[in-house]
């Protein structure tokens, strides 16, 4: 069975840190471009990094570029966000999928929460 299980969110207070982990199961991550997706309340969802399959090379939007870190683990076959100086505009559901550009056919895991409060 194919599935894909983020964990890692919680609350954190502005200027903290948190790993989010998103483990894959059915298939091997490696073999997919990996996206990680944030949707707020009332927003629509929004692309935040990418990892690309073939050489490893990662995207990040502009409003996460140099707070966040996009790794993986092969030999867990797990995929990680590293984010740093959190902001409470970071607050969303964060999910992971298997594409950059997911299409109808890809995969999402069911979302962890990050929220970011003092």
């Known amino acids: 069975q194919v599935q894909l299980v983020e964990s890692g969110g919680g609350l954190v207070q502005p200027g903290g840190s948190l790993r989010l982990s998103c483990a894959a199961s059915g298939f091997t991550l490696d073999d997919y471009d990996i996206g990680w997706f944030r949707q707020a309340p009332g927003k629509e969802r929004e692309g935040v990094s990418c990892?690309?399959?073939?050489?490893?090379?990662?995207y990040y939007a502009d409003s996460v570029k140099g707070r966040f870190t996009f790794s993986r683990d092969n030999a867990k076959n797990t995929v990680y966000l590293q984010m740093n100086s959190l902001k409470p505009e970071d607050t969303a559901v964060y999910y992971c999928?298997?594409?950059?550009?997911?299409?109808?056919?890809?995969?999402w895991g069911q979302g962890t929460q990050v929220t970011v409060s003092s």
């Open positions: 990892i690309n399959s073939n050489d490893g090379s990662t």
């Open positions: 999928a298997t594409d950059c550009v997911p299409g109808p056919d890809d995969y």
